[in-house]
């Protein structure tokens, strides 16, 4: 069982900065695949970055080149960095990882809502 709890959500103004947070706590050995999705109210949960097991990365095409998704394996944290924020990024973001071998995804955070507006 892994338990995953978010941060760093809030408001910001179009093309400011924000970086979310998740903390891992539990079978933390376990996790092979780290990721963020975001759902926009009326959209589907869309994926936007992962860490894939044997650590390689990937990011959807509408995050490219301003999210980055990193790893601090010493606080048990992963991280989403979010850059020139757009307000079609408006959405609640949601940390999630994965135990078994292959790309998945097992546990989910409670969600974290991030707004873009002036």
């Known amino acids: 069982q892994v338990h995953l709890v978010e941060s760093g959500g809030g408001l910001v103004q179009p093309g400011g900065s924000l970086r979310l947070s998740c903390e891992a706590s539990?079978?933390?050995?376990?996790?092979?695949?780290m990721g963020w999705f975001r759902q926009a109210p009326g959209k589907q949960r869309e994926s936007l970055a992962t860490?894939?097991?044997?650590?390689?990365?990937g990011y959807a095409d509408s995050v490219k080149g301003r999210f980055t998704i990193s790893r601090d394996n010493a606080k048990n944290t992963f991280y989403l960095q979010m850059n020139s924020l757009k307000p079609e990024d408006t959405a609640v973001y949601y940390c999630t990882v994965g135990v078994r071998p292959i790309l998945s995804y097992d546990y989910w955070g409670q969600g974290t809502q991030v707004t873009v507006s002036s």
């Open positions: 539990g079978s933390i050995l376990s996790i092979n695949t």
């Open positions: 860490i894939a097991p044997g650590g390689s990365t």
